[in-house]
C-alpha cells in the first residue's frame, strides 16, 4: 500500500469505468476546459508501453523538501508544484481545477509538465543534484535506487549538497523524472 506516481495510457485516460481506474470524465472535463480556453483537445494519450513505464513510490519523507520549496520557491510555486492530481504533457498558463473527486481529493487539479519542470530544474539546481542521478527505466527504478543502497553509494563519490538529505533528492528526482516522462512519453500521470 501507498501512493505511487504512475503514468497513464490511452485505455485508462478514456475509460468511463471508475473501478477499473478509469479517468474518462476527467479527460472529458479537461477538454471541456481547454475548448473554453480555445485551446485544443488532448487526445493523443499514447498506449501503454510497459518497457518505458513510469510507477514511484512516495515513501520518504518529506520533511526535507518541504523546507527547500520554502527556501527556493513563492507559495504559489510551491502549491503548483505539490497540489497538483493530474500531470499533463502540454503547457498550462495556469492550473485547472475541476469538481471531479481524485484517488486523495475531492477535486481534480491539473497543472502542465512543462511549468513542473522548470520548478524541479530550479531545486535541482538549488540541491545541486547530479545529473547521474538514473533515468527512471521501468517500475520503482528510482524508488529502489534511493532506497535501497544505490544513493548512498553514488552520494559517496559524488558527494555534495544532495547527498546530505537523500529523501529530498529523492523528492525533486521525482518531480523531475515524472515531468521529464510525461513531455517525453506525451502521456499524463497521476497519484493512484
Given amino acids: 500500500m501507498g501512493v505511487y506516481l504512475v503514468d497513464v495510457d490511452a485505455q485508462e485516460w478514456f475509460s468511463e469505468d471508475t473501478g477499473e481506474g478509469g479517468m474518462g470524465a476527467i479527460a472529458k472535463g479537461l477538454d471541456a476546459e481547454l475548448a473554453r480556453r480555445g485551446l485544443p483537445p488532448y487526445v493523443s494519450v499514447p498506449e501503454r508501453d510497459f518497457g518505458a513505464a513510469f510507477e514511484e513510490k512516495l515513501s520518504p519523507s518529506m520533511y526535507g523538501f518541504d523546507a527547500l520549496c520554502r527556501a527556493q520557491l513563492t507559495p504559489a510555486e510551491r502549491a503548483f508544484l505539490g497540489d497538483w492530481s493530474v ?11 475541476l469538481p471531479i473527486g481524485s484517488a486523495y481529493t475531492d477535486e481534480t487539479v491539473i497543472v502542465g509538465a512543462p511549468q513542473v519542470l522548470a520548478l524541479a530544474e530550479r531545486l535541482a539546481s538549488a540541491l545541486e543534484l547530479p545529473v547521474g542521478i538514473p533515468e527512471v527505466t521501468g517500475n520503482l527504478s528510482l524508488t529502489f535506487w534511493f532506497l535501497e543502497g544505490e544513493a548512498e553509494e553514488f552520494a559517496a563519490r559524488r558527494p555534495g549538497r544532495w547527498g546530505e538529505d537523500l529523501d529530498t533528492a529523492f523528492y525533486v528526482s521525482l518531480y523531475l523524472r515524472a515531468a521529464q516522462h510525461a513531455i517525453r512519453r506525451g502521456c499524463p500521470l497521476t497519484f493512484s
Avoid at 504533457?89 to 481545477?97: G, K, V, W
Fill in 87 to 97: 500531470l499533463v504533457p502540454f503547457s498550462l498558463d495556469e492550473e485547472i481545477r
